[in-house]
């Protein structure tokens, strides 16, 4: 375990041993002497973030009706939370249906990939580059948001 | 503490080497940050001076104007430039705060 970085466990605490395997089987040898306790904190850390998945995919949901729900979105910093809320207000002013659903529909994708990747982010080893991070960052948000 | 308007200029400065000072800020979440390293790394690969030029010059125009906002909003002494806001909207405050930063970062920057 010593050349491992605080940072590092939490992300191979998160995976949970069965994740950190298939994620990566030459870990194996770092998995510490009590995995008992290990998967007991592994369960935790999953659940909270799969709550957390939970409760953003709901804020997500409710957008359509209430646009002001992008900021408790809080895995977006402030301004990226003004900006949506200001992209989805503008759309209001496309008089034709067909184009405002179509803003709509690009805006909300671009909410929920980024809420994805945000989610997921948390799992994302930090030893890979930024574009790998990115990368299995989806994969790995994709199981947290519920799908 | 609320960050000043140096912090907010050594963050921008900071971009051409490294994005530590930016990160200091806490404006930005784990994401952006990822996609903002990205976005410079990538940049820094362009092989194409002209390319990387405009590259950088939009992006760190973007970033700017992220900053802009900040400042406006949360820097102390900004408020005889933002009177009014109070009763704005949303997006006129947006804009009151973003304008009114940017100029302000402009001023030492120069």
Known sequence: MANLDLSRILNLCKLGTD??????????????????????????????????????????ESLSNNPDAIFNIYEFSEILQEKYSLRLERTKNLKDPADQNEKLAEIFGEIRTNI???????????????EERLDIALQFGLRYYGI | M???IDDFKNAYLGLKTDTTAIESLGI????????LVLQLERIAKEKDPQ??????YEL???????????IGRDVKGMGAALAGVTGMDRSAKF????????????????
């Open chain 1, 116 to 130: 994805i990747q945000s989610l997921g982010l948390v799992d994302a080893d930090t030893n890979l580059s930024h």
């Open chain 1, 19 to 60: 994740g950190l395997m298939e994620y990566n089987p030459s870990l194996e040898k770092y998995l510490p002497q009590e995995p008992k306790k290990l998967r007991r904190l592994s369960s935790d850390l999953a659940s909270r973030i799969r709550s957390r998945g939970e409760e953003v995919r709901e804020l997500y």
């Open chain 2, 60 to 70: 760190y125009g973007q970033v700017k104007q992220d900053l802009g906002f900040y």
């Open chain 2, 28 to 35: 930005l979440s784990d994401l952006e940050k990822e996609k």
């Open chain 2, 51 to 56: 390319a990387e030029a405009k590259a950088r």
């Open chain 2, 2 to 4: 609320a960050p000043t």
């Open chain 2, 95 to 110: 804009q009151a705060y973003t304008t009114a930063g940017l100029k302000a970062l402009e001023d030492v920057l120069q």
